[in-house]
């Protein structure tokens, strides 16, 4: 790439996390749903949850977000069955501090590093956590 060339806003493995995100969708019976919104892009995430023994045992999203958050939901839904309220929020001051600058890795929720082309694009940060977020509020609730 030239110099003084900015690179694509968005990488390929960036759009095709975004366009496979799983459990798009609403689910037909909930024990409960957050709602959540970034202050900082305006993206919005409702995640409706079934749980059960403190654990989510699945869940159903609905994004209005941009790729990066697309992506990030689709990382976050791939392995949310199962967590736990104190995984939840490791993997959310884990992806925090990496995001910031503070940790040199994204922490041990799986494939996190794909989002490593919005590290440099701290308005889309909001974006990325907006999920994680969601998942540390449905697990509160059932807690």
Do not use: N
Request: with cysteine; hydrophobic share 40%.
């Amino acid at each position: 790439m030239a110099a003084g060339v900015k690179p694509p806003p968005y990488t390929r493995d960036i759009l095709r996390l975004a366009a496979s995100i799983p459990h798009l969708c609403r689910l037909e019976q909930e024990d409960g749903a957050v709602e959540l919104r970034s202050p900082t892009c305006g993206s919005r995430i409702r995640m409706g949850y079934r749980s059960g023994d403190g654990v989510l045992s699945a869940i159903g999203v609905e994004v209005e977000v941009c790729a990066y958050g697309q992506a990030a939901t689709c990382l976050m839904a791939r392995h949310a069955a199962g967590t736990t309220v104190a995984q939840a929020k490791t993997a959310l001051s884990d992806l925090q501090g990496w995001l910031d600058g503070v940790r040199g890795d994204p922490g041990d929720w799986p494939d996190l590093a794909l989002l490593e082309p919005g590290r440099g694009r701290m308005g889309r940060h909001g974006a990325i956590l907006l999920p994680f977020r969601a998942l540390v509020a449905a697990l509160e609730e059932i807690s």
